[in-house]
């Protein structure tokens, strides 16, 4: 039988990361996963003859340190430090468009405050940036090192100086609707600056607990780039590096035996009964999948299943896909190369919620739209494009369920939203999908479709991460380990906890 040092659960991002570093650090490497190519949510897929998207569309605020340990520029991943001007679209044309560290559209006061704004939250993003790429120990302290990290977090806070330090913990778990009252007028802008703290989670502008936490997440990253060079470029920093990846080839369960007296990790078996031995599991799957599918709950303390089991793990987002003749028009944009939101006030966010929050579809969807064949010209026929959106809310746990004709009616909710900025674009759809989190959870294996594969809120984060016991990429089971989303610091296309696993596995 095949023995290797580590054996990775899936090739999303995190686990081409993970597999990496093990690989560079001289382990014997195989990665498993089901799908028939790399990338996870990142993989480019085609929804129509010709037309591809993947289905997390951006990279927004991936590390400069993982680019430069493995090499990713020199395997094709095309990085840039300028994110795309982001657009607030306005039914009329008046357009409110960020870019650079300016804002226009908007009257004089909001313009002179964002810049001030922004570099207060970006100085806050600074303070809390190196703990993304590390472990942070548990609230126990046991050891010098530990107790270091901890030091560490204090004295960049401190550093931050009084004024800011007491800003900071004020808006640490303030809705972010009081955060933007506060300081702007324009409805546009502040829906906007929203944006980046509550997508993907199961939130609003009202929602206590959110404003900060993912949107200086979010601020802290050093470039951005599309998935598909970010996919292909790990693929073959980790391949480069030796370790094995196969794809096409499911995960069954992880092989639980005793081993010097306990019980521990010691391979998987496949979908069609082939017995892989390994040191140590790796997985990237989410924590539910993780335990529940794989491991088993009868390896596990029955505290710490039902911890997991507590996980929100409900998405709320569903995905868009549009394969269109032409370059859509918006109303007064002359440029359609940002990132696109449709929300023309918080409300209009908080109602969209308020619908999904009773297990209903939102009737006036929020989104974030971006064009993706304008950067990656594979992803449809020449002089065609696909528009990308995540539209907001669908929720998991649909009342009555998900079936095709309420999937249809959300799509043409979806696609009417869109026409009332783009009036011409019914005109120009050669072929529509919208994935479900439901879909998102059956295609790609994802508990509850859900984008950062466990909620990532307060409650959920840094040493809580999935949960206590699990939050150092260890687990309570031996020799398996966890360097999904679902780990500190959290999804998006960021690698911290691929990178951040191989570490600890590697300490
Ligand atoms: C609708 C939506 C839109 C998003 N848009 C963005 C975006 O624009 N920008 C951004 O930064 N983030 C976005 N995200 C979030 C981002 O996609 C995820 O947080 C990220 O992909 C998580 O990466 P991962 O490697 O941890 O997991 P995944 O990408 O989920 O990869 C896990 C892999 O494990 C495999 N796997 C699972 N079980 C098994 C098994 N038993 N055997 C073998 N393989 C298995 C899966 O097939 C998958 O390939 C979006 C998410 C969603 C749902």
């Known amino acids: 039988m095949e023995h290797y040092d580590s054996i990775i659960i899936g090739a999303g991002h995190n686990g081409l990361v993970c597999a990496a570093y093990l690989a560079r650090a001289g382990q014997k490497v195989l990665v498993l996963e089901t799908a028939d190519k790399p990338g996870g949510l990142a993989a480019s897929r085609e929804f129509h003859a010709g037309f591809k998207a993947p289905v997390a569309h951006s990279v927004n605020h991936f590390p400069k340190k993982i680019v430069t340990d493995l090499g990713l520029e020199s395997h094709g991943f095309g990085t840039s430090s300028e994110s795309l001007p ?5 039914e009329e044309g008046h357009h409110v468009v960020l870019q650079g560290g300016a804002v226009t559209g908007v009257e004089a006061g909001d313009a002179a405050a964002y810049p001030d704004f922004m570099k207060q939250m970006q100085r806050f993003a600074d303070a809390l940036k190196p703990f993304w790429l590390k472990t942070i120990p548990r609230a126990a302290i046991t050891n010098l090192a530990d107790m270091m990290t901890f030091g560490r977090i204090g004295l960049k806070l401190r550093m931050l100086g009084k004024e800011d330090m007491r800003e900071f913990m004020r808006i640490t778990a303030l809705p972010a609707r009081d955060l933007m009252d506060e300081n702007f007028d324009h409805p546009i802008l502040k829906s906007v600056l929203c944006w980046d703290g509550l997508i993907g989670s199961k939130m609003a502008p009202r929602s206590p607990n959110h404003a900060v936490l993912p949107l200086l997440y979010r601020m802290s990253g050093d470039y951005c780039g599309d998935p598909g060079s970010l996919i292909e470029a790990l693929h073959a920093a980790a391949s480069a590096s030796g370790a ?76 868009l896909h549009l394969a269109l003749n032409g370059l ?7 440029q359609v190369g940002g990132r696109m939101i449709i929300a023309p006030h918080m409300d209009a966010i908080e109602f969209a919620y308020d619908e999904a929050k009773y297990g209903e579809c939102s009737n006036e969807p929020v989104m974030e739209i971006v064009i993706p064949s304008l950067r990656d010209s594979s992803l449809a026929p020449q002089g065609q494009h696909v528009l990308s959106a995540h539209v907001m809310y669908a929720p998991r746990r649909l009342k009555g369920g998900w079936d095709d004709s309420k999937r249809e009616s959300f799509r043409e909710r979806a696609i009417d939203a869109i026409a009332r900025y783009a009036p011409g674009i019914r005109g120009q759809i050669i072929h529509s999908e919208l994935l479900t989190p439901k879909d998102l959870e059956s295609d790609f294996g994802v508990t509850g479709g859900h984008w950062h594969h466990t909620e990532f809120a307060l409650d959920q984060a840094l040493m809580m991460r999935p949960t206590y016991q699990a939050a150092q990429y260890s687990t309570p089971l031996p020799g398996l380990y966890l360097c999904g989303a679902g780990c500190h610091p959290g999804g998006d296309l960021n690698g911290s906890p691929g990178h951040n696993a191989a570490h600890e596995i590697l300490r």
Do not use: H, M, W
């Not at 982001?86 to 306005?90: Q, V």
């Not at 859509?328 to 002359?334: H, I, M, R």
């Open 244 to 319: 094995k990846i196969r794809t096409a080839t499911a995960v069954e369960r992880i092989l639980v035996r005793t081993k010097d007296g306990v019980l521990a990790a010691q391979g998987v078996e496949l979908a069609n009964g082939e017995k892989i031995e390994a040191d140590r599991v790796v997985s990237s799957a989410d924590p539910q999948t993780t335990f529940f599918s794989l491991a088993g709950v009868e390896s596990l303390e029955i505290e710490f299943t039902n911890r997991i089991r507590r996980l929100r793990c409900d998405g709320y987002v569903a995905k």
């Open 86 to 90: 982001t657009i607030g679209l306005s």
């Open 328 to 334: 859509p028009e918006f109303t007064g944009l002359d």
